[in-house]
T-cell receptor
Framework: GAGVSQSPSNKVTEKGKDVELRCDPISGHTALYWYRQSLGQGLEFLIYFQGNSAPDKSGLPSDRFSAERTGGSVSTLTIQRTQQEDSAVYLC????????????FGPGTRLLVL | DQQVKQNSPSLSVQEGRISILNCDYTNSMFDYFLWYKKYPAEGPTFLISISSIKDKNEDGRFTVFLNKSAKHLSLHIVPSQPGDSAVYFCAASADYGGATNKLIFGTGTLLAVQP
């Protein structure tokens, strides 16, 4: 079946602009996660959605970052007033949420802030 | 602070030999550990996992060993194949399947298997 998809695959933006990154999880998966990987670093947890529960936003680095998950499916990560240090690969993952918590990752969005 | 550490940024192994990738952690609350494999321009792919109640889990050519007293885990690949060449990430969770379920990742080890 289809895996996790993300769009755009690459995004170049100017400092100060807002960007939106989209994630389509695997159909039926109730849990959705956002991570980011900066150059030379491991994956850093950003936010976690599980069903209708309040999201765990503990990993968001600043209030410029926000995420929504509409209808329990598609998620959008928004970065306002982008800074150069926001440049990274943003990865989305989903997991079934019941019986199996293995996280399946999308290919990521490579964000470059000039 | 880096709670999950992969101190070897790279490893080169001959085809057919054993690859051993190491991972150390500091948080004693971690109770579930995973290995992911990542090819360039792709997302990480789940490889194998182990619960803290076990000390070994095997899946085909891949075996993960957990030493809780040393807070150390390792991934063994036997025999290594050129297609195994990728970046391997160790990850840990203190709340797997729970309210948070977030994974803490190491910085990765680039494995190169030479034909």
């Amino acid at each position: 079946g289809a895996g996790v998809s993300q769009s755009p695959s690459n995004k170049v933006t100017e400092k100060g602009k807002d960007v939106e990154l989209r994630c389509d999880p695997i159909s039926g998966h109730t849990a959705l996660y956002w991570y980011r990987q900066s150059l030379g670093q491991g994956l850093e947890f950003l936010i976690y959605f599980q069903g209708n529960s309040a999201p765990d936003k503990s990993g968001l680095p600043s209030d410029r970052f926000s995420a929504e998950r509409t209808g329990g499916s598609v998620s959008t990560l928004t970065i306002q007033r982008t800074q150069q240090e926001d440049s990274a690969v943003y990865l989305c993952a989903s997991s079934p949420g019941t019986g199996s918590w293995t996280q399946y990752f999308g290919p990521g969005t490579r964000l470059l802030v000039l | 602070d880096q709670q999950v550490k992969q101190n070897s940024p790279s490893l080169s192994v001959q085809e057919g030999r054993i690859s051993i990738l190491n991972c150390d952690y500091t948080n004693s609350m971690f109770d579930y550990f995973l290995w992911y494999k990542k090819y360039p321009a792709e997302g990480p792919t789940f490889l194998i996992s182990i619960s803290s109640i076990k000390d070994k889990n095997e899946d085909g050519r891949f075996t993960v060993f957990l030493n809780k007293s040393a807070k150390h885990l390792s991934l063994h690949i036997v025999p290594s194949q050129p297609g195994d060449s990728a970046v391997y990430f160790c990850a840990a969770s203190a709340d797997y399947g729970g309210a948070t379920n977030k994974l803490i990742f190491g910085t990765g080890t680039l494995l190169a298997v030479q034909p």
